[in-house]
């Protein structure tokens, strides 16, 4: 699969608010008090009081400061500036734009790299934006509509006609994703993204066979995706990481998620498919 332009993404921010009530709730959650706060941003906490009560307007720097230092996401840090009355700072570059040909480049060749081990980026809705073979091969035998125009990684893994029927610990792993899920959602508030979700949790999850005895524990050092492909039970652990310190919203929110082999006979299974 190549790079295609994730859809528009909904900010995620409250409007019609002054900064003062978006930093506080910021703040809240991060479940920080004003004076420690005020510490890490070299303010005092009467000044930071001020601005959440609306009594002080905060400069943009520190304004931003703020954002830095409550560790907010970059297209919110948008919204605080422009909710302080500032100009967005963090430009939104659609990624089939020619400023970001180096970046498109650049996961292309990482993900390649990685084969014949399974990688993908998404965006934050979960919108797959690229894949390498090793996705693909996962993917064999799912209807095409889930896959056009633009696939969604948990809607893929989720759905009972996507990957779900042959995930063979899909309680847990459907648990791991849901708890994924909830805090991107408690840290974006994003409708899509919340929509999304509303619509995965309510895909049928099978039933235990009757009298079905609990399964062993297996010696995995992080939660395995168990599959099945052609046959065979692979297994995978899966690592995802973002860009450091992005000045792009649409970078900021790429995430680039690999699937390890869990155990010698995967990884044999995959590298005979590639030779």
Known sequence: ??????????????????????????????????????????????????????????????VLRLAERLD????????????AGYAPRFPETPLDDPALDALREGLERLIRGYEPYPALVVDAGYTVVAANRGIAMLLEGVPERLLTPAPNAMRL????????PRIRNLREWRGHLLAQMEREIALHRSDRLRALYEEVTAYPVPEEPPGAEPAEPVPYFALPLLIEHAGRTLSFVSSISTFNTPMDVTVAELAIETFLPADPATAKYLHTLAG
């Not at 409250?14 to 978006?22: D, E, Q």
């Not at 479940?31 to 303010?43: F, P, T, Y």
């Open 1 to 62: 699969m190549t790079i295609a332009a994730p859809g528009p993404a909904v900010s995620a921010a409250a409007t019609g608010k002054g900064v003062g009530p978006l930093l506080r709730a910021w703040r809240e959650r991060r479940r920080i008090s004003q004076l420690e706060l005020a510490l890490r941003a070299d303010s005092s906490a009467r000044h930071i009081s001020f601005v959440e009560t609306g009594r002080s307007r905060p400069s943009e720097e520190m």
């Open 72 to 83: 907010v996401p970059v297209r919110e840090r948008n919204a605080l500036l422009l909710a």
């Open 157 to 164: 893994t989720l759905h009972p006609e996507g990957l779900a």
